[in-house]
Protein backbone atom coordinates (compact mmCIF):
# COMPACT_ATOMS: atom_id res chain seq x y z
CA UNK A 1 0.00 0.00 0.00
CA UNK A 2 1.14 3.40 -1.14
CA UNK A 3 2.01 6.06 1.81
CA UNK A 4 -0.04 9.69 0.45
CA UNK A 5 2.13 12.40 0.66
CA UNK A 6 2.40 14.99 3.40
CA UNK A 7 1.32 18.35 3.19
CA UNK A 8 4.83 19.67 4.48
CA UNK A 9 4.11 23.62 4.40
CA UNK A 10 0.93 25.75 3.94
CA UNK A 11 1.77 29.30 3.61
CA UNK A 12 -2.17 30.05 2.72
CA UNK A 13 -3.10 31.68 6.25
CA UNK A 14 -6.32 32.53 4.77
CA UNK A 15 -7.66 29.09 4.50
CA UNK A 16 -9.64 27.61 7.47
CA UNK A 17 -7.79 24.34 7.65
CA UNK A 18 -4.25 26.45 8.21
CA UNK A 19 -3.94 26.58 11.87
CA UNK A 20 0.10 26.82 12.37
CA UNK A 21 -0.01 24.51 9.01
CA UNK A 22 -2.63 22.18 7.48
CA UNK A 23 -5.00 20.29 9.54
CA UNK A 24 -7.12 18.63 6.99
CA UNK A 25 -7.49 15.04 6.64
CA UNK A 26 -6.32 15.07 2.69
CA UNK A 27 -5.84 17.64 0.23
CA UNK A 28 -7.49 17.44 -3.60
CA UNK A 29 -5.24 19.36 -6.10
CA UNK A 30 -7.55 20.35 -9.11
CA UNK A 31 -6.44 20.37 -12.45
CA UNK A 32 -6.57 24.23 -12.98
CA UNK A 33 -3.49 25.61 -12.39
CA UNK A 34 -2.76 23.00 -9.64
CA UNK A 35 -4.82 24.40 -7.30
CA UNK A 36 -6.02 23.14 -3.75
CA UNK A 37 -9.51 22.35 -4.36
CA UNK A 38 -9.86 21.82 -0.17
CA UNK A 39 -9.47 25.65 0.14
CA UNK A 40 -11.77 27.14 2.62
CA UNK A 41 -11.94 30.79 2.87
CA UNK A 42 -14.57 33.34 3.84
CA UNK A 43 -14.43 33.18 8.07
CA UNK A 44 -14.54 29.05 7.42
CA UNK A 45 -12.36 27.22 10.20
CA UNK A 46 -12.05 23.44 9.73
CA UNK A 47 -10.05 20.20 10.13
CA UNK A 48 -8.79 17.76 12.80
CA UNK A 49 -6.77 19.73 14.86
CA UNK A 50 -3.37 18.81 14.25
CA UNK A 51 -1.12 19.26 11.30
CA UNK A 52 -0.63 16.57 9.42
CA UNK A 53 -2.84 16.74 6.17
CA UNK A 54 -1.89 14.20 2.92
CA UNK A 55 -2.58 14.69 -0.40
CA UNK A 56 -5.42 12.55 -0.87
CA UNK A 57 -5.64 13.05 -4.89
CA UNK A 58 -4.43 15.03 -7.44
CA UNK A 59 -5.85 15.74 -10.88
CA UNK A 60 -3.28 17.48 -12.55
CA UNK A 61 -2.49 14.12 -14.82
CA UNK A 62 0.40 15.74 -16.30
CA UNK A 63 2.39 16.58 -13.15
CA UNK A 64 5.87 14.47 -13.36
CA UNK A 65 4.61 13.55 -9.91
CA UNK A 66 1.53 11.92 -10.93
CA UNK A 67 0.95 8.00 -11.79
CA UNK A 68 -3.19 7.61 -12.06
CA UNK A 69 -4.10 10.46 -10.47
CA UNK A 70 -2.29 9.63 -7.11
CA UNK A 71 1.02 11.91 -5.75
CA UNK A 72 4.05 10.32 -5.61
CA UNK A 73 5.92 12.74 -4.42
CA UNK A 74 7.47 12.41 -0.74
CA UNK A 75 5.67 15.63 0.44
CA UNK A 76 4.52 19.02 -1.30
CA UNK A 77 4.34 22.35 -0.79
CA UNK A 78 1.30 24.53 -0.75
CA UNK A 79 1.04 28.31 -0.78
CA UNK A 80 -0.37 31.31 -3.39
CA UNK A 81 0.55 31.18 -6.98
CA UNK A 82 -2.10 31.47 -9.95
CA UNK A 83 -5.06 30.84 -7.47
CA UNK A 84 -5.42 32.06 -3.41
CA UNK A 85 -3.62 28.23 -3.12
CA UNK A 86 -1.86 25.78 -5.46
CA UNK A 87 0.53 22.83 -5.30
CA UNK A 88 4.03 24.91 -5.67
CA UNK A 89 5.07 21.36 -5.84
CA UNK A 90 3.93 20.62 -9.75
CA UNK A 91 6.34 20.21 -12.06
CA UNK A 92 5.08 19.58 -16.04
CA UNK A 93 5.70 16.45 -17.16
Do not use: W
Not at 12 to 19: F, L, M, R, S
Not at 29 to 49: K, R
Amino acid sequence: MMNMPRVQTCTVTDCGYNHDGCTAFAITISESNSACDTFAGAGLSGGMGIATAQVGACKRADCTYNKNLECQAPAITVGASADKADCLTYQHA
